[in-house]
């Protein structure tokens, strides 16, 4: 049993990594609301994260004298919208949830950010917990409170900030989750140890193998790890107010730009592996990153943990740098590059030129 209290100015998410914690998500919910029976609880799911797991909560909810109801959602992106939002209000309205109620998400990242966001909203904010089931959410999308929906044109640009009270993990929800989506999620794993850590990396060179086959106890280190790193970090800037957390969007710049050019036909993590090797291309031709090694390290590595480190398919430059150029119009006026000194030193940078972005880029073109 992993157990980890996530202290916010405003609240607590506790945090914990065990096996079979499906089957005591109700205990843990309860444990923090003894005296109070019949409280309600939507589980917010998709269609096949519900088929798979929906009973197994939905009973731990009930023995816990929860009084709670399953919303589903169809699995994907295009869940995660106004339509599908009002949807759940609806489902809110039917169930009669009031301010004492919980919206509890049960499964990857979409379904989290939705359930987030309901929960943000629903009478101007009611409890919020999430069981995380892909590799995505176990190590990134489960905690920090960033909860979004889209918008044409606008990925994750309307949401809230709510941390969920509780994060209840079990590894074991990965042995039914495609072997893809195993691989993409790694890639979050590997931005977590390139901005904080040799040690952390050097664990992913030396774990490659155990990682690759699924093996749970060192799936559940891999969670734990990741979690407390995202932790220190989004504790220090939980509402993105000082900046500190850009630096989780390391390898996202380029990263988004290629999902966006191939509409969304390669998985999120599978184009932060590109936007990550595209980062430290870049950090090096900028002569921030003095050491050749990081690069071929990181390609190793990714091309060992079965990501991608170049396009199957070729998306020319000029669409990359338009969308970058647009994004930098919409957004502000200024992109910025999270680049490396180091593994484990992290810049951000808001001047760079254009042309050396491209030719990063081009590297990882067939
Ligand atoms: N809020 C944040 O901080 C944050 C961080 C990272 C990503 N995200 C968001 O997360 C989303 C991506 O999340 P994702 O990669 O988890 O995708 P996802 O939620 O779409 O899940 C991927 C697929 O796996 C299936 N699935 C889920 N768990 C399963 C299991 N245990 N067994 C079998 N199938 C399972 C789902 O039905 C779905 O088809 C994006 O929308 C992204 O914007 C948010
Ligand atoms: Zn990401």
């Avoid at 359930?115 to 489960?142: I, K």
């Avoid at 398919?313 to 740098?321: G, K, L, N, S, Y």
Wanted: glycine share 10%.
């Amino acid at each position: 049993v992993f157990d980890l209290s996530i202290q916010f100015e405003t609240c607590v998410t506790q945090t914990l990594v065990r096996l079979n914690a499906l089957r005591d998500v109700g205990a843990l919910l309860r444990a923090a609301r003894p005296s109070e029976p019949g409280l309600r609880v939507l589980v917010l799911t998709d269609e096949r994260v519900g088929d798979l797991y929906g009973e197994t909560v939905l009973e731990s909810l009930e023995d816990a004298a929860f009084e709670a109801r399953e919303h589903r959602i169809r699995p994907g992106e295009a869940s995660k919208s106004l339509e599908v939002l009002g949807d759940v209000y609806q489902s809110l309205v039917r169930f009669e949830l009031d301010r004492d109620g919980q919206i509890l998400a049960l499964g990857g990242g979409v379904v989290s950010d939705l359930a987030g966001f309901a929960a943000a909203t629903w009478m101007r904010g009611v409890g919020f917990a999430v069981c995380p089931t892909t590799l995505e959410a176990d190590v990134d999308a489960s905690i920090g409170g960033k909860t979004a929906i889209n918008v044409p044109g606008a990925k994750n640009l309307v949401g809230a900030f709510h941390q969920p009270a509780l994060v209840a993990v079990d590894p074991s929800c990965l042995q039914t989750l495609e072997r893809r989506d195993i691989r993409a999620g790694m890639a979050e794993s590997v931005k977590h140890a390139l901005i904080t850590s040799e040690e952390f990396l050097e664990w992913h060179e030396a774990g490659v193998e155990r990682l690759s086959a699924v093996d749970l106890p060192l799936m559940r280190e891999l969670i734990l790890r990741n979690l407390r790193v995202k932790a220190a970090i989004v504790q220090r800037d939980p509402c993105e107010h000082t900046g500190r957390r850009i630096i989780l969007n390391f390898g996202h710049t380029i990263g988004h730009a290629i999902e966006e050019c191939t509409g969304f036909a390669l998985r999120h993590g599978e184009c932060v592996s590109l936007g990550m090797l595209v980062a430290c291309r870049l950090s090096q031709a900028l002569g921030l990153l003095e050491d050749d090694g990081v690069v071929g390290r990181l390609a190793k590595l990714l091309t060992r943990l079965g990501l991608p480190t170049q396009l199957a398919e070729p998306i020319e430059a000029d669409r990359i740098m338009a969308t970058l150029r647009r994004d930098k119009k919409v957004w502000g006026g200024q992109e910025r590059f999270v680049l490396l000194e180091d593994v484990g030193r992290p810049v951000v940078r808001g001047d760079v030129p254009e042309g050396q972005v491209r030719e990063a880029y081009e590297s990882l073109l067939p």
